[in-house]
């Protein structure tokens, strides 16, 4: 079975220690869970306005990145970095967080639109929308208002624990993914965890 053969990995989020725990950056986190793995250090690049870390996965060399342009402008950064690494659609991954998944639920897929994220409006206003998407679940609020305040505050205790185990699990199938596939990654991360949806609320 072929792997797919990643260049660049990117997560979404804000800079700031004012976001850094917020659910908005659980892009952020993934990143760094894969340099913390895979022996990379970020280092701020002023060329492409993020931070980049090199790292080698799966047996492939593979640059993480955390765009430091703010969410809504992640594809100025992301379109950067794949142009001078010459990094095509399906060499990337973008990791984001989703409010249609409950904490504790990563979804692993190619292609597609953006679903409102901001942050992968932008990316798809400068990258191909071939590149493969990791969807973290945050859980979306009771009142369809709050979306803005549900993404920017911070997860509960228990929220948080899931979302990290989600991490831990996706970071597992990003090794499969370049190993052996997409099929045998999803099969790994989506088996056994089939999320619940919320109820659409009147």
Do not use: C
Not at 104 to 125: F, P, V
Request: aromatic residues 6%; glycine residues 12%.
């Amino acid at each position: 079975m072929s792997g797919v053969p990643l260049k660049l990995i990117v997560g979404l989020g804000n800079p700031g220690e004012e976001y850094a725990r917020t659910r908005h950056n659980v892009g952020f986190w993934f990143v760094d869970e894969l340099a913390r793995r895979h022996g990379g250090a970020f280092r701020f690049e002023s060329r492409h306005h993020a931070e980049l870390a090199r790292s080698h996965i799966g047996g492939a060399e593979v640059w993480l990145a955390k765009p430091l342009t703010y969410m809504n402008r992640s594809g100025e950064a992301a379109g950067s970095i794949a142009r001078f690494y010459k990094a095509t659609a399906d060499e990337i991954l973008i990791a984001y967080d989703d409010l249609d998944f409950p904490p504790g639920t990563a979804r692993l897929k190619q292609g597609g639109g953006h679903a409102g994220h901001n942050g992968m409006r932008d990316i798809l206003a400068h990258l191909d929308e071939a590149v493969w998407r990791l969807r973290l679940g945050i859980g979306r609020p009771t009142a369809q208002s709050a979306g803005t305040d549900r993404v920017l505050g911070r997860p509960s205790a228990t929220d948080e624990r899931l979302i990290r185990e989600a991490i831990a699990a996706a970071a597992d199938a990003t090794v499969v993914l370049i190993e052996r596939g997409a099929g045998a990654a999803m099969q790994q991360l989506h088996a056994g965890n089939e999320p619940t949806l919320p109820e659409s609320k009147a």
